[in-house]
Structure formats: C-alpha cells, structure tokens
C-alpha cells in the first residue's frame, strides 16, 4: 500500500507541473516547532492591528484544527513575472517607479487558486480510481491562518526558480513567493492533504 501512496505523491508533483506550478512539495502537519516562536511573536506585539492573527489562535500552527483530519500538506509554488526587469536597476533610477510584481499581472489569488482546484479535483479522481478513497477539499490563497512558508519550508519548496515544460512556462508567467492553500481533507485514512500555494519572487 505504501508503494501506491509514494507513486500517487510522484504524480501529485507531476500534474502541478503540468498545470503550471513551479515546484510542488508534500510534508505532514506537524508545525509544533513554529509554536513558541509564534506566540512570543503575538506577545511582543508585532501582528500590530492585524488583531485577527490572535483570535485564529492554534489554529494557525495546527492545520489540523483549521481542517480535522488533515494528515499531509501539499505546497505549491509559482513565479510571479521570472523574466521581468532587474529590480534594484529600476530603483535606482530616479526617472522609473518601481511596482511590485505581483502586482503587474493578474491577480495572483485568482491564478493560483484556480490552479490548486484543478490540482485538487485531479487528486481527487485520481484517489477514488485508483485507491477507492473519497476526499472533499478546500481552498486557500492567503484567506486563512495558514503558515504558508512554514509549510512551504517543511514540504521543500525553494526560491530557485524550476525548469519547466515549455508549456507550463506560459502557464506561469504572473506568479513567485511560497504557495495559497489548498486543503484537501479525507474521511478515510490514510491522506488527507492541506495544499498550500505560494507565490515567489
């Protein structure tokens, strides 16, 4: 059975690319290493008015809790514009304005969530062929309290930017960062999946 889950995580890698992604990375959802940092964090006060992140609670280094079940995590990456002007030469150029790349294309939310529901609902078919188990799944692009680079992190996933196919390539000329998230939970052991989707520069 074992051999079944490691060749569905090589395809689940696999299709991200075919997709679009830049580089997909799978871990568990253990974050227990990032909750003393986190709470020291909220102590000193740094969230400043995002009040939010203190009444998400443990929920945020706790995937579990956010989603029950949640028993793997899926990360996904894509580059914003890879190719774009060199940064600190527009900077210092008095007569240029810089705008931040992400913010040039699409907005990256749209992108990269419509991307982990295509991946999601391949998974999704995929397990229930293949291994007759039954998942529901939902989606994040930073409209959760999930440790995106944490997980990002956790499950791999680099800054480098990744060889891809030539179509792919197309596919993912607006995005960059770590990963939005997408969470795939199952009833049914044994994998439950948060996909996380992040962004890199």
Request: proline share 5%; no cysteine.
């Amino acid at each position: 059975m074992a051999d079944i889950w490691d060749q569905l995580a090589l395809q689940i890698k696999d299709w991200g690319q075919e997709i679009g992604f830049a580089q997909i990375g799978i871990a568990d959802i253990d974050l227990n290493h990032t909750k003393d940092h986190y709470l020291e964090w909220i102590k000193q006060g740094f969230h400043g008015e995002m009040h939010y992140m203190v009444k998400h609670g443990s929920r945020r280094y706790q995937p579990d809790e956010l989603v029950p079940h949640t028993i793997r995590i899926i990360s996904a990456r894509l580059n914003y514009f890879p190719h774009s002007h060199n940064s600190e030469a527009v900077l210092e150029d008095d007569q240029k304005a810089f705008i931040s790349r992400y913010a040039l294309g699409r907005d990256y939310h749209k992108v990269m969530r419509a991307k982990l529901k295509k991946l999601s609902e391949k998974i999704q078919k995929e397990a229930h062929k293949t291994l007759d188990q039954s998942f529901e799944f939902r989606l994040f692009t930073d409209s959760a309290p999930v440790m995106e680079v944490e997980l990002a992190e956790k499950s791999v996933i680099t800054s480098e930017p990744a060889t891809l196919p030539a179509t792919a390539i197309a596919a993912s000329s607006t995005i960059s960062e770590p990963a939005p998230v997408v969470m795939v939970s199952a009833f049914a052991p044994p994998m439950i999946v948060l996909a996380t989707a992040v962004p890199t520069m």
